[in-house]
């Protein structure tokens, strides 16, 4: 694939994924929680990896997760 290319994909799934990324930074800023008890942001987020099918893994420090992403080697 040319950079160029590259760049215009980069740029289509930017503009897709736009809406989404600030409603999900916006619920976040309208439940917020203290430091390291952030149990409803883990479910939160927990429930998106989820419906994504990303495997995780929880309980890092505390309410943490750890998504397990892998690349295309």
Do not use: C
Request: hydrophobic letters at 35%; a neutral charge.
């Amino acid at each position: 694939m040319k950079i160029t290319d590259l760049k215009s994909r980069i740029q289509e799934l930017s503009t897709d994924l736009f809406a989404q990324v600030v409603s999900h930074r916006r619920h976040l800023h309208q439940n917020p929680e203290l430091s390291y008890e952030e149990e409803q942001t883990a479910a939160y987020v927990a429930g998106h990896l989820d419906t994504m099918g990303i495997a995780y893994s929880k309980g890092v420090g505390g309410h943490g997760l750890v998504a397990h992403i892998k690349g295309r080697n």
